[in-house]
């Protein structure tokens, strides 16, 4: 496997630093900092962007040349709930969508702390909503998402089938963040190989996760903590994941239960990558690699191939 991406690991250790600092950097710098985040990965190249009101929510259409106009990518973007953007992922989601031939709209959902759970999964399933009634069929839709986004994507679908709407074609979380109990052995064993997440001074997730929830809120409620969801009646899930991040086993949990639902899953481990190391498309063979593993999974599951 090729070597990390250089860029996205020091950037992940200035947000870890950041992160660290007595007292922390506020939420106005942590965000601008977030907004660098896009810098890990090229412009694709022969991709329209349009800003568009996504039922009620705000939304970017990401159009590769010649990409199929009635096969769109659900795309929500990663930063823990408190930051990232349709901006700071657009090329990322765009090289996706060039690579599999489709459209993508990226969500610019609701963050915290300003608003907490369920602000987010409601942004997003009104997305989703909002592409059905553009005549857009659900088996021509794959949904995505990185990190938080990637817990989102699975919570979005839960949300969706619990409010009667037909399902996506696919799902497709990457580096998934689900428990937001933040429980899980790698956790404990990838500390000191996760740049974000972990080193000397490990950032505190526990607190991203009550910012979310709020005083009241409980981390097991399956609403927003999908491995305590019932994950009946999900379609096809292909989650990728890296070797070396602490919420590796979010993902393999969730593929685990999943499956005993009978749903198919497809976990592909990437050993010696960042988190979300997709974000380096154009510059990072290992980003570019998984790319493409992306489209040709999800291609034949839109009717693409």
Do not use: C
Request: glycine share 10%; charged share 20%.
């Amino acid at each position: 496997m090729a070597s990390k991406n250089d860029w996205l690991t020091e950037h992940y250790r200035m947000v870890n630093a950041a992160f660290a600092q007595n007292p922390p950097i506020s939420l106005e710098e942590s965000r601008d900092l977030n907004e660098h985040w896009g810098d890990a990965t090229t412009e694709p190249g022969g991709v329209d962007y349009v800003e568009v009101d996504a039922g009620g929510v705000p939304a970017m259409w990401a159009t590769p040349k010649g990409s199929a106009a009635d096969r769109v990518l659900l795309s929500l973007h990663g930063g823990g709930f408190i930051g990232g953007s349709m901006y700071t992922h657009r090329k990322m989601f765009a090289h996706i969508a060039k690579m599999a031939g489709a459209r993508a709209l990226i969500v610019d959902y609701r963050l915290t702390p300003e608003h907490q759970h369920p602000a987010q999964v409601n942004d997003t399933t009104a997305a989703y909503s909002w592409l059905l009634d553009q005549g857009i069929s659900a088996e021509h839709i794959a949904v995505t998402g990185d990190s938080a986004g990637g817990g989102l994507s699975i919570l979005t679908m839960l949300h969706a089938r619990d409010r009667g709407l037909p399902v996506a074609a696919a799902v497709m979380p990457l580096s998934p963040w689900f428990d937001i109990e933040n429980g899980g052995e790698t956790r404990t064993t990838n500390v000191m190989t996760d740049s974000i997440f972990g080193g000397e001074t490990p950032m505190n997730l526990g607190f991203l996760s009550q910012i979310l929830l709020g005083e009241h809120g409980d981390p097991t409620d399956p609403a927003i903590n999908a491995l305590y969801a019932d994950l009946s009646g999900l379609p096809p899930v292909y989650i990728q994941a890296s070797g070396t991040e602490m919420i590796l086993d979010d993902g393999l949990r969730l593929a685990a239960l999943a499956e005993k639902e009978g749903v198919e899953v497809k976990v592909e481990i990437f050993d010696g990558q960042e988190h979300t190391w997709q974000m380096g498309a154009g510059r990072s063979p290992a980003a570019d690699e998984a790319i493409r593993k992306l489209a040709e999974w999800v291609r034949p599951r839109l009717g693409l191939d």
